[in-house]
């Protein structure tokens, strides 16, 4: 395979969003914080913060939308998110429909699976329980026997859900599936969880469905102690994944075989973490075997930095903090779990900045489908020609790399070495010296119809145009020197404060070209030329921008 094989079979193949919308509405799993929006910035001011942007300061536990579960959740010493390899995260596997054959408290069983799909050892296995149907952003479930003549939503999503049986995870175990993926609150059965104490009545009914079912009582069915062992230690230590919530188009994928992506934001210190999720299919007529063949053949770049305190945010951004709320070893019954809760403002680590962020009537992060994240594009390495706080320009880019109309355009400054997690590390540097994009870059952009943009430095916009212009008198004083012997003229000529302040903000928002920042990693790899490229960002309904993971597709070897 080559680099136009690649090219042609991401952009052929039919993609689906499994990302179930995330918002204030969404209900978090019992007893957790829900997602709280804040903002501490307007584009003409805030009462607590600044102005000149839309800026959001969020608080959220990991376990609310859609979001992978990983070892650490289970089990202190097992890895953190970040240390998932991003292959591992991705990969063949199915879709199985078990809702016809499930109830509420009830199980789905490795026989209902098999019977409806094959299931191969190492697979991702999505099981669709249609309790989906019950998630914030969905219709009301009509019930007349039920309170106001429908059913509770967040009880069906959160608390009734069927979860897998007791032979259930030993099976997947045995099968070495890479994660077992849900489309309710928890891949867990509800009630070998808190919910159990939370919802005592629940519970209650759940244990006399077993009795009448199976003859056994709850206990008797999930023994604790040994339940306990199969869960905090087995599992984590054969590093089985959960993925929960699971929403969007999984309907069009019912029993059936799909490549998939699960990649949620690298996380340094926690055990879950948000991630949007999607799937690939062969092209309408395209043999499966083909397609799947072919996709276990390219080479993803993971271009992202990995998410953690020690990440520094924009300027008088706030950090990212973390608390944790729950510990393996601080519940009753054995059925405790480590949980955090984390505050933090989007312009840290590696994301994307949304419309909103500086277009009042632009789109949130929510409202842009998948389709617009993905596609053809370019990585242009221009380190040998920028230098600090020296501005690049549309001839740097075209004359290095073919550049198609519609392309998304991915910057290769060098920035990225100077980067927190680099040997070479120089926040100074990174943060304020780096290079920027030269007058007529904004329009040159629209006029070759960009996508969307992206930057191994802090900021699209040239440090200069921005805030730090007035942080930074000293540095600004050499990079006006440096503009003055590279265009002709000092920065108030070349760059005119009412038109370039933020000009790849506020000139190109507008029209729909946004742009991601603090790419890092693999990007430090990428030589000049044609990738496929795709921006998998959490899908927050109210949010103006969103970290997300970045991926760079190729030719294996």
Sequence with gaps: MNREDVLDTLTNARWYDL??????????????????????????????????????????????????????????????????????????????????????????????????????????????????????????????????????????????????????????????????????????????????????????????????????????????????????????RAGLLLVEQLGGEIGELLDRRAWFFVP???????????????????????????FLTAMSEIEMLDMTLPFSVQTPQWANYEPL??????????????????????????????????????WAAGRTIGQVPLDHWHGPGVIVDISDQVSNSSVYTPAMIEERVDLRDGDILLIKTGWHKFGWNSPDSDEFRYMILHPGPSPDFADWCVERQIKWLGIDCVAMEHPFNTIQRIMHPGAFAVANEKLKEQFGGDWDEIFPLDKYYQDMHLNLFPKGIVHAENLGGAIADAESGRYYIAAFIQRGMELASCWGRFVAFREAG
Aim: hydrophobic residues 35%; aromatic residues 10%.
């Design 19 to 236: 990302t179930q919308p995330l918002s204030i509405f969404s209900p978090p799993s019992p007893g957790e914080m829900p997602l709280q929006v804040h903002f501490f910035k307007r584009l003409t001011g805030s009462w607590n913060g600044g102005q000149g942007a839309n800026g959001q300061l969020i608080e959220w536990s990991n376990n609310s939308g859609t979001h992978l579960v990983g070892p650490r959740a289970f089990h202190s010493g097992a890895a953190a998110i970040a240390d998932l390899a991003l292959e591992g995260l991705c990969g063949e596997g199915v879709v199985a429909d078990v809702s016809a054959a499930v109830t509420d408290y009830g199980f789905y069983t490795p026989a209902m699976i098999t019977e409806r799909v094959e299931v191969k050892e190492g697979d991702i296995l999505v099981v669709h329980t249609g309790y989906r149907r019950y998630a914030w952003d969905q219709p009301d479930v009509a019930n007349p026997a039920a309170q106001g003549g429908v059913e509770n939503k967040e009880f069906g999503y959160w608390v009734r859900h069927p979860g897998p049986s007791p032979d259930f995870f030993p099976w997947a175990l045995e099968m070495n599936l890479k994660a077992i993926c849900v489309d309710c609150g928890s891949a867990e059965h509800p009630m070998n969880t808190a919910v159990r104490r939370l919802h005592k009545a629940e519970f209650d009914k759940a244990d006399r469905l077993v009795q009448e079912t199976h003859g056994k009582s709850w206990n008797e069915l999930f023994p604790v102690d040994e339940y306990y062992g199969l869960t905090h230690r087995t599992m984590p």
């Design 264 to 290: 949620p934001l690298p996380f340094m210190e926690v055990e879950s973490a948000w991630s949007r999720v999607a799937a690939v299919t062969a092209p309408e007529g395209g043999d499966e075997g083909e």
């Design 321 to 358: 903090s973390i608390k944790y709320t729950k510990r393996v070893g601080g519940q009753d019954l054995g059925l405790g779990r480590n949980n955090a809760h984390c505050r933090a403002s989007f312009h840290l680590a590696t994301h994307m900045d949304g419309e909103k962020h500086f």
